[in-house]
């Protein structure tokens, strides 16, 4: 499905997290910070409790996106889609929350390119109000809220945008049907 991902050898590798020695800046890599785990493989649920598989695999920890103009990018996630921004680290790293999900977003690699990325969908309450109030702010949509899927107790609405670096991202809700 792709190619393995290096390591940097200027970052101390411990569980595949990054880590710098006390005294000494921690230099967390995209590619340091991608392979983070949990270290007993354990997941939490949305009631809180910890739920472990077969594999050791939990809940996503972190997703990553490359982008060319990280600063371009930061401002436009943080100021525009108002996710809070949670901090900035070297070498070009810029982690956000979305929701108690951590999003990187990361200058590339020597050697890749930026985008082709995965498509980032947020769940919000109410997909038209959301849909308006990014179009005030300025957000390119790809198309209007629509129906995506019809269930038999709810309705799946999307609404597609594109970041300053054409990754497609999504607002989405789901709706109850009623009646």
Request: proline content about 7%; charged content about 20%; hydrophobic content about 45%.
């Amino acid at each position: 499905m792709g190619r393995p991902l290096p390591r940097r050898a200027d970052t101390a590798q411990s569980g595949g997290a990054a880590r710098a020695t006390r005294g000494a800046p921690v230099r967390a890599t995209h590619h340091a910070t991608q392979h983070a785990t949990h270290t007993n493989g354990d997941a939490m649920t949305a009631s809180g409790a910890h739920e472990t598989t077969a594999t050791g695999l939990g809940r996503i920890g972190q997703i990553a996106m490359t982008m060319q103009d990280l600063p371009v990018a930061v401002a436009f996630y943080r100021d525009v889609l108002g996710l809070p921004l949670l901090f900035e680290a070297p070498p070009g790293l810029a982690f956000f929350d979305c929701g108690g999900q951590r999003l990187m977003l990361a200058r590339p690699e020597d050697g890749e390119a930026a985008g082709g990325n995965s498509v980032l969908y947020f769940t919000v309450p109410d997909v038209q109000a959301a849909h308006a109030t990014l179009l005030r702010r300025g957000v390119r949509f790809v198309d209007a809220p629509h129906v995506v899927a019809r269930l038999a107790d709810r309705e799946i609405w999307m609404a597609f945008l594109r970041d300053p670096e054409e990754n497609l991202l999504a607002v989405m809700a789901e709706v109850p049907i009623t009646g």
